[in-house]
T-cell receptor
Framework: DQQVKQNSPSLSVQEGRISILNCDYT??????FLWYKKYPAEGPTFLISISSIKDKNEDGRFTVFLNKSAKHLSLHIVPSQPGDSAVYFCAATFNSGNTPLVFGKGTRLSVIA | GAGVSQTPSNKVTEKGKYVELRCDPISGHTALYWYRQSLGQGPEFLIY????????DSGLPNDRFFAVRPEGSVSTLKIQRTERGDSAVYLC???????????FGDGTRLSIL
């Protein structure tokens, strides 16, 4: 049973527009959430994280929103750039991050110039 | 500084053979994780070390899989009597002790013929 779900396998966005990637989770004990970006033949690269005590975290063009009551988080990228084209993984964990990550299946983002 | 290093980057072997996969974590990171990623899936947890000891090995699929980290730095994932279903990308990650994101290597792509 998938505890972390990314229901959109792919997403296409025009360059300069906003990309919104969604993630749902089922385990209410998760208290730390992360987004990773992955290019082909490379390992996942950490992008941004959020603790369950917050509802928003922003880092440059990337913002993560957390809605605990809905068990939903989203990653906003604005403005989207062609170099953002990659697979994005949502991950969740317990104990403020010092435990194994539970990943979703990923969403492939294509930013079209 | 150097990131997480995994060797070999690719390994092709025959069914029934023994394989060892190596991970060099980021210097000073005490936590080390092994994950496995199959096609179209997110990484799945295998085993986690805090220092030299395995803190959680609940993700190892069966007793053919074993991992060590004898000096609290380099780790080796060992797979005995390999099967075709073991084919995947094996990812290693490391992190500092508390509340910090995991940083991944580029993985070892294992192919069992």
């Amino acid at each position: 049973d998938q505890q972390v779900k990314q229901n959109s396998p792919s997403l296409s966005v025009q360059e300069g527009r906003i990309s919104i990637l969604n993630c749902d989770y089922t385990n209410s004990m998760f208290d730390y959430f992360l987004w990773y970006k992955k290019y082909p033949a490379e390992g996942p690269t950490f992008l941004i994280s959020i603790s369950s005590i917050k509802d928003k975290n922003e880092d440059g063009r990337f913002t993560v929103f957390l809605n605990k009551s809905a068990k939903h988080l989203s990653l906003h990228i604005v403005p989207s750039q062609p170099g953002d084209s990659a697979v994005y993984f949502c991950a969740a964990t317990f104990n403020s991050g010092n435990t194994p990550l539970v990943f979703g299946k990923g969403t492939r983002l294509s930013v079209i110039a | 500084g150097a990131g997480v290093s995994q060797t070999p980057s690719n390994k092709v072997t025959e069914k029934g053979k023994y394989v060892e996969l190596r991970c060099d974590p980021i210097s000073g990171h005490t936590a080390l994780y092994w994950y496995r990623q199959s096609l179209g899936q997110g990484p799945e947890f295998l085993i986690y070390f805090q220092g030299t000891g395995a803190a959680d090995d609940s993700g190892l699929p069966n007793d053919r899989f074993f991992a060590v980290r004898p000096e609290g730095s380099v780790s080796t994932l060992k797979i005995q009597r390999t099967e075709r279903g073991d084919s995947a990308v094996y990812l290693c990650a490391s992190s500092p002790t508390v509340n910090q994101p995991q940083h991944f290597g580029d993985g070892t792509r294992l192919s069992i013929l």
